[in-house]
């Protein structure tokens, strides 16, 4: 009856959402759950039904979506203004500015579009339309009160609004004054949020340019040495944090006086910049190569990051891909079929397909509800005590019968439902290649997985269409990393620095940093870079392996985290064909492989599946976006997860190609004879010193904590970032790359000091020429970054209420504009 219920929920809550999902990139999988509150996550992306297999049904929403409080919605940000100009103020109704306080009950329909508008902008930069981020009640919180939130709102917003229309020019203080000075702000304020909005990365970052200011290229003064930001490794990570510090120092530069702010120089070990988002030149059909970088490569193939998992709802590729690097072709998936074949070639049934998956999908529901008991099952525990027998020293062997793997959990209840003696080898098959996707999904075999935290990430997840970047995904690393310092071929072996034992205010820690370079970058040749702060972002898997040395030793609650936290493989097999020979409408299918051993027998045994059930469990098509014929599993030209993308490590190339043919053989039988591919790639991502591996997962012991964890640095001289460092959104290209704006925005603040608002009465020269400025109606020239405005303190501040998370606040899409009238509007 239980089981029963609980199939029904599963199947309701998990319409097989896209395993485009997780085909994100080398670095991962990022997940599309539904939420069970807001409407508009039922509006599902175009894509393909079993592409979900590994994301939707597999992954359950466990954040729960809050409700600002009604007090804050009534004052939302309520701007009006026409979209083709920038001037808020300009295009407010007479009867608004006459009754500001006092909006007619229904307001015209170019209002409400104009208000949607705004909403959009915000929470397409992941802030909540009508509420405070953490960060933005930090700041503000002792200078605004409940009757000060609209206008700061709509200032906000206007702003983010401004800079998302033209995202290929940067937003000036000039005009983000003068488009929001009828708002009824302090002017000092008004500034305040723009360099809160600059320094968090939410205007002004990616590919958008900054204005040169000739003035400031000055040569330092005589006897000043410039400081130095040393980045480690040249993946969308660390090309973000080059790349957004290059920025923040221009428009800081005046806090650095007298001195140039610091330079970025990032060491790359490799002869390329992109790291797991490698593009591949496919050469033999091309004719000619490619740059050292791939960047002029006509066709060519990801071997790693692959997949943009939607562009809507915070996504930062959305600005960088297609609004600013307009060069680059975008393949969209929209094709909903993925058929699946079994082990002999033949199609498998759609009733027996559904009947299997929604098995699937009742043993991970029963295996999740574990996380609710106060205490396991007695069945459960004696089924963990005789697998810790059974299993030996393999690698998936039970260690602990109190702290169950996903995996662990999963195969009790696998071997505990009604139907398992009744199945046969081939509905057991099916079944796990479900489990296979699962693992593909979390790039390690289910049975490493936390029970309890594997699925921390649920609930930050972008829509919308997926789609691959024609030419490859790795241009983008490339494209941002132009005018950079970086130097390739320049693997570090170790990063010393020197430790002090006494405390510092923010304001002399940063003097101190200024005046020396205590941290020392030595690399494989010998030579070394001294610099103030060192950026870590290589992937895990070389944190783990210790290939880079720190003196003093990273402290043990960083240890902790870097082995709690798990860093998954996943390869793939690609295969070049002079002509396609199958249907170049289909993006991917399955392929389910044989779990049994031999001869067939009547008792399963699961070992075998588990060992094979990854192996070549998925075939993609890549000639939308290769330029070539080019057929590649997700994971070896067929995928290669789970255990199979150990495994298959240690198989020889020319075995994999001629196993890989003989399944494509029995899925085309028609094809007489099979041709012969004329190029074959395949990936060994462990095997790769500058990897040691895919992407990152929550481990046996781990939590989202240790992603946290992961993420603080050490003494203000060592920060880190990469997708495993991304509580909300790890094992992903964009976590990664967000990453790298949230490290940017806290070195910034160690070297200059955090963002702070003057409440004294002391004034220096900035603060009188914005008083004037102010008073005059004038906007204040861009160097009032610079600026020490003193704003009086509200006597009733901002209460925490009006404190909202981005995923916790109702979607804006709740308030879309219908055309046939306003219902529905919520105000």
């Not at 597999?58 to 009006?80: D, E, F, P, Q």
Request: charged content about 20%; proline content about 6%; overall charge positive.
């Amino acid at each position: 009856m239980h089981s029963s219920r609980l199939s029904q929920i599963e199947k309701q809550r998990t319409k097989r959402r896209s395993l485009l999902r997780q085909l994100a990139c080398s670095l991962g999988p990022s997940w599309n759950s539904a939420s069970t509150t807001s409407t508009t996550t039922t509006k599902t992306t175009a894509t393909t039904s079993r592409t979900a297999r590994a994301g939707h049904h597999s992954r359950r929403l466990r954040l729960k979506r809050l409700v600002i409080n009604t007090s804050t919605r009534s004052t939302s940000a309520t701007a009006s203004f026409s979209a083709t100009s920038p001037s808020v103020a300009s295009n407010q109704s007479p009867r608004s500015r006459a009754h500001p306080g006092a909006l007619p009950q229904k307001k015209r329909r170019q209002e409400r579009r104009d208000e949607q508008r705004l909403s959009e902008a915000a929470h397409a930069s992941r802030l909540p339309a009508h509420g405070l981020s953490i960060g933005e009640f930090e700041v503000f919180q002792h200078h605004l009160c409940r009757s000060d939130l609209e206008s700061y709102l709509r200032t906000r917003n206007t702003m983010l609004w401004l800079w998302r229309e033209s995202p290929r020019e940067p937003l000036t203080l000039s005009r983000a004054v003068e488009a929001t000075q009828a708002y009824g702000l302090h002017h000092g304020l008004v500034v305040h949020i723009f360099e809160f909005l600059l320094r968090s990365g939410y205007i002004n970052f990616g590919a958008c340019p900054f204005q040169v200011d000739s003035s400031r290229q000055a040569a330092p003064p005589s006897g000043r040495s410039r400081r130095t930001i040393g980045i480690i490794g040249s993946g969308i990570a660390g090309v973000a944090v080059a790349k957004q510090l290059e920025n923040l120092f221009h428009y800081f530069a005046g806090r650095f006086a007298p001195d140039l702010p610091p330079r970025v120089v990032v060491l790359e070990a490799r002869s390329r910049v992109g790291g797991r988002m490698h593009s591949m030149q496919l050469g033999r059909s091309s004719g000619h190569s490619a740059d050292q970088h791939g960047s002029n490569s006509k066709h060519a193939v990801d071997l790693g990051a692959q997949i943009i998992t939607g562009f809507d709802d915070g996504n930062p590729m959305e600005v960088i891909i297609r609004r600013q690097l307009l060069d680059l072709g975008l393949h969209y998936l929209f094709n909903e079929t993925c058929d699946l074949f079994d082990h002999k070639g033949r199609l498998v049934s759609k009733p027996m397909d559904v009947r299997c998956e929604a098995a699937f999908n009742q043993i991970l529901g029963e295996a999740c509800l574990l996380r609710e008991m106060d205490k396991l099952p007695p069945q459960l525990k004696d089924y963990l005590a005789m697998r810790a027998k059974k299993d030996n020293r393999s690698p998936g062997r039970v260690l602990s019968d109190t702290l169950p793997t996903l995996g662990h959990s999963m195969d009790f209840f696998l071997e505990s439902h009604p139907e398992f003696k009744s199945w046969t080898h081939s509905e057991l098959e099916l079944v796990h290649w479900h489990y296979a996707n699962l693992e593909f999904a979390n790039a390690t075999p289910l049975d490493q997985l936390s029970l309890r935290h594997w699925d921390q990430d649920d609930g930050y997840e972008f829509s919308g269409p997926h789609s691959m970047v024609v030419q490859g995904y790795g241009q983008v690393p490339e494209m941002l990393s132009k005018g950079l310092d970086i130097r390739l071929d320049m693997p570090v072996t170790s990063v010393r620095r020197q430790t002090t034992s006494t405390k510092t205010s923010p304001v002399s820690h940063a003097k101190s940093l200024s005046a020396a370079e205590p941290v020392r970058i030595q690399c494989r040749d010998g030579s070394t870079l001294d610099c103030t702060i060192a950026v870590v972002t290589v992937p895990l898997g070389v944190l783990k392996s210790k290939q880079i040395s720190f003196s003093p030793a990273l402290p043990s609650w960083k240890e902790r985290a870097i082995a709690h936290l798990g860093f998954g493989l996943l390869n793939k097999l690609v295969l070049v064909f002079d002509k396609p020979f199958w249907d170049p409408a289909v993006e991917l299918f399955g392929y389910v492989a044989s779990g049994q051993r031999g001869l067939p027998t009547k008792r399963p045994d699961l070992r075998a599946y588990r060992s094979s059930r990854g192996k070549f469990y998925m075939f993609w098509n890549c000639m939308a976006v290769s330029g070539l014929p080019v057929l590649g599993k997700e994971c070896n030209m067929t995928l290669m997860a789970g255990q199979s993308a150990y495994d298959c490590e240690q198989v020889p190339k020319e075995d994999l190609v001629k196993e890989a043919m003989e399944t494509l053989a029995l899925i085309y039988p028609q094809v007489q004879p099979m041709p012969i591919p004329i190029e074959t790639v395949v990936t060994r991502w462990s095997q790769d010193e500058f990897a040691r591996g895919s992407y990152s997962f929550v481990g046996r012991e781990g939590s989202g904590e240790d992603y946290d964890l992961l993420a603080k640095p050490v003494d203000d001289q060592i920060y880190f970032a990469g997708e495993a460092t991304s509580r909300k959104y790890p094992a992903t290209a964009h976590g990664a790359y967000l990453s790298g704006l949230d490290v940017s925005k806290h070195i910034l603040d160690a070297l200059v000091g955090p963002q702070v608002i003057c409440s004294g009465s002391k004034a220096n020269n900035g603060f009188s020429r914005g008083t004037r400025a102010a008073t005059a109606g004038v906007p204040p020239p861009e160097d009032f970054l610079q600026h020490d405005f003193v704003i009086p303190r509200r006597k009733g501040r901002v209460p925490r209420s009006m404190v909202a998370d981005f995923v916790a606040e109702l979607s804006d899409g709740e308030n879309v504009v219908s055309d046939n009238g306003l219902e529905g509007i919520r105000g």
